[in-house]
């Protein structure tokens, strides 16, 4: 684990989504990243897809014991 800098803009964002779905900052700071990490290496896929893909690797992880799957859909 390690400290990412933000901008206040940024972090205020985070603060206002995250309390609005019921996240907390860090996680929805890591929802955004695998989002966005997947949307840059998947150009062609829209905002759902991404999302089913998410839960797709998050079934698969769980099947599989190993936990949070973002890395796995990240490989595939």
Do not use: F
Not at 8 to 28: D, P
Not at 44 to 61: H, K, P, S, T
């Amino acid at each position: 684990m390690g400290i990412v800098k933000i901008s206040e803009r940024m972090h205020e964002n985070l603060r206002l989504t995250s309390s609005a779905l019921s996240r907390s900052i860090n996680a929805q700071a890591e929802h955004w990243l695998r989002v966005g990490m997947l949307a840059e290496l998947n150009p062609n896929l829209c905002y759902a897809d991404i999302c089913q893909l998410l839960v797709q690797a998050e079934r698969q992880a769980e099947g599989d014991g190993l936990g949070n799957g973002a890395l796995s859909v990240v490989a595939a």
